[in-house]
């Protein structure tokens, strides 16, 4: 009985495919056990030097090893010296600005995104000593000052200051208040929009400490029920922005740690605006802020004295529709305070610029029809600037350099595909992550003019690990719309395929503002277990779109979902007219916007899609966040119909075929549970038949324990019972 049950088990783990073998992919080789998950080289710090740089390997060490050879230098932290202090493992580390002290982050929770509190602890390496940054209660953001003899931190909405070597501890703000005042952290909306959760920056000399000010007792509370088993259930509330709805008042201040001072820069009269960045120039007392109006469709940086708070704008810039995403790298001085360089769309594509301070344009850096992707920092010993961009293909990313007079162009990563890589201090050397549609992470170690000198990584476990299964590669298609445009996608044929049969396709796709799922980069997921079931994926980027200029990113502007809508349609007819795909079973399913999209496609589709399946969908633009959607749709109050016009819960009586899974997280602080509430609502009013699936206190990430395979299993049951 055990050789016949042994037997069994084999045919059931395996797949024969033209003769050969094959294991079963399952879903829980992707959401329990990891089987397809790529390696690579994770916590690195380039040391000042610039030659070497270390890593923490299992959460209890840090190790120095040279760029050039890859040898090691130095134990930094080892797990005895951990178990010395009682402390099992950390989260994160960062070095002083001398090296000489490691900031430790321990007992990491989360709060939302990006922001978290934690235990940190100081260690010295000369001494081999541990120092707690406080013992009052966890912290948030802890900083080093530029000499190593402070630490800043955010504790229940207020501003310290810890002395490391008197052991004393300051408290900046007094003011703090849950749901009304925030010192030194983000509100909710400006942490998940601006993408920053430490909102405090000690100047370069040490001696001032610049922070913000949210005043959100006017921002309206949202409420979001947590059940976690108690007999009775408990509200969690905090401070969300709607769409046209109060936001918080942004102040910036800075404190004079000698003199004990607190000055309030002048960011203007206006209170209904954002500063979406504050960051030092290269003076010690003069601090930059950039300010956007509420349409972000105007952007100012500002520099202000420290001492005095008295500012003024240096560089503005507007534009039709909206300015886009700033991030830390948006701006940055150069040496000798006279030169900055920023990242913008000044002639229709996403390049770099040169500007004095008076706001005067020296030269644009990079041109062409492309887009910057990402500025990596300046080299001020070889007057060099390094960006990614999509110059190849927008399906691609490359690494470059160019000098500060716009020549000599450099190409500095050789290998077609994404790109991704990671420079030393004084960019002498860089290590590239490299993956492409079917192949894994390739970790590589090179010096400043590209050459490789090592491998760190090459995934040859899973490059022969994936050759024991099912043989599936993703292939990038192109094809033009009846509206004349082309879009970009990928396909995933089914196993055995064969081009005389038909066959069901699953389209998967996200579709927001600026952002790109057909990428030439690496991925092993619930899709290939889809191709080995038969199943035919495909996505498609819509209009709206990354990589491919303004004008294509932008076409969306003050109508979300209505140009993307009409490209995932005309996708699905144009793959429903190949021979192999079988018209009249094609699905579509997404994430957050992409279940705003696939709610909307089933709904206007008037048949196209046999299923649709939303995740954590945006149903009304005007239940999200403020930042976000006034960027891309203007206030509600002044574009009703391009709010109404195109929202899935208006959209539901054209809805006559297909069948519909909705699904949600109760505790989403991001896409509320209250936007699947309002359309279960309208599709009850309608008599509207469909499923749906909740996963109490789970927020939008829908993780956590065995979460995810329950969740990916219930959408492969859909999938399978209606295509």
């Not at 209890?60 to 890859?70: D, H, K, L, P």
């Not at 749901?179 to 030194?184: A, K, L, P, T, V």
């Not at 108690?230 to 918080?248: D, F, H, M, W």
């Not at 003019?449 to 599936?472: A, F, I, S, W």
Request: hydrophobic fraction near 35%.
């Amino acid at each position: 009985m055990r050789k016949i049950s042994l037997f069994l088990a084999i045919c059931f783990f395996t797949i024969a495919a033209f003769g050969q073998e094959y294991k079963k992919i399952t879903l829980e080789d992707e959401h329990v056990k990891g089987t397809f998950r790529a390696k690579s080289v994770y916590g690195v710090e380039s040391m000042n030097n610039g030659v070497n740089y270390t890593t923490s390997s299992g959460s209890n060490t840090i190790t120095m090893f040279e760029y050039a050879t890859g040898e090691k230098v130095a134990d930094v932290l080892t797990k005895d010296d951990l178990l010395s202090a009682n402390i099992k493992s950390f989260a994160d580390y960062s070095f002083s600005d001398d090296e000489s002290k490691v900031l430790l982050t321990t007992n990491k929770n989360y709060i939302y995104r990006h922001s978290f509190t934690a235990d940190y602890y100081i260690f010295d390496r000369k001494t081999k000593t541990f120092t707690a940054v406080s013992k009052n209660g966890a912290q948030q953001s802890a900083t080093f000052s530029p000499d190593g003899s402070k630490v800043a931190f955010v504790r229940d909405n207020n501003l310290f200051i810890t002395d490391i070597t008197s052991s004393t501890e300051e408290q900046i703000t007094t003011d703090g208040k849950f749901n009304y005042i925030i010192n030194g952290a983000c509100d909710w909306v400006y942490e998940e929009e601006f993408g920053f959760a430490v909102a405090f920056k000690w100047s370069p000399d040490g001696k001032y400490l610049a922070y913000y000010k949210f005043d959100e007792s006017r921002v309206k509370e949202f409420d979001m029920m947590e059940y976690k088993n108690k007999l009775y259930p408990q509200p969690y509330t905090y401070k969300y922005p709607k769409a046209g709805e109060t936001n918080s008042i942004v102040s910036i201040h800075t404190f004079n740690l000698a003199t004990k001072e607190t000055k309030t820069m002048n960011v203007g009269e206006e209170t209904n605006q954002y500063i979406s960045r504050i960051k030092w120039t290269q003076q010690s007392d003069k601090l930059s802020m950039i300010r956007q109006n509420r349409l972000q469709n105007k952007l100012e940086i500002m520099v202000a004295d420290a001492a005095s708070g008295e500012s003024k704008v240096i560089y503005t810039e507007t534009n039709s529709r909206y300015i886009g995403e700033v991030n830390d790298n948006y701006v940055t001085f150069l040496p000798g305070n006279n030169l900055f360089i920023i990242t913008a769309e000044l002639d229709g594509w996403r390049h770099i610029h040169l500007f004095n301070m008076k706001g005067e344009k020296v030269r644009q850096l990079t041109k062409g029809n492309w887009d910057v992707t990402k500025f990596l920092g300046y080299d001020a010993k070889s007057k060099r600037l390094f960006y990614e961009c999509a110059r190849t293909s927008p399906m691609t990313r490359d690494v470059y350099s160019v000098g500060i007079n716009g020549k000599k162009e450099i190409k500095l990563t050789q290998k077609r595909g994404y790109n991704r890589v990671a420079f030393s201090k004084g960019f002498k050397y860089f290590i590239n992550f490299h993956s492409t549609l079917n192949t894994p992470n390739y970790v590589t170690m090179h010096n400043a003019k590209g050459k490789q000198l090592r491998v760190l990584e090459d995934n040859k476990e899973l490059v022969e690990k994936l050759k024991t299964y099912p043989q599936l590669n993703r292939e990038f298609f192109t094809f033009t719309t009846s509206e004349g445009v082309s879009l970009n996608g990928w396909m995933l044929k089914p196993l055995n395929f064969d081009a005389n049969k038909k066959y069901p396709v699953l389209m998967t796709q996200y579709s927001g503002p600026n952002s790109q799922q057909v990428l030439d980069r690496f991925d092993y997921s619930w899709y290939h277990y889809l191709a080995q079931e038969g199943y035919m994926v495909v996505c498609v980027d819509p209009r709206g779109t990354g990589a491919r200029g303004e004008d294509f990113r932008k076409v969306t502007y003050g109508q979300l979902g209505k140009y993307e809508t009409i490209d995932q349609i005309e996708a699905a007819k144009y793959l429903g007219s190949l021979d192999y795909v079988d018209a009249s079973r094609i699905g579509i399913w997404g994430w957050s916007f992409g279940g705003f999209m696939s709610s909307s496609c089933l709904f206007k589709g008037d048949g196209v899609f046999k299923m649709a399946v939303a995740v954590a969908p945006v149903i009304n633009w005007r239940y999200y966040d403020s930042v976000y959607t006034e960027r891309f749709m203007g206030l509600p109050q002044d574009n009703a119909s391009g709010y109404d016009d195109n929202s899935p819960i208006n959209l539901v009586d054209n809805w006559t075929k297909g069948k519909y899974l909705l699904i949600h997280g109760i505790a989403d602080d991001n896409v509320h549970v209250q936007n699947s509430m309002e359309l279960i609502t309208k599709l009850i009013n309608s008599n509207k038949q469909f499923e749906m699936q909740m996963y109490p206190d789970k927020n939008h990430f829908i993780n956590g324990g065995k979460t995810r395979l329950h969740l990916y299993t219930r959408m492969t049951d859909f999938v399978k019972s209606n295509l």
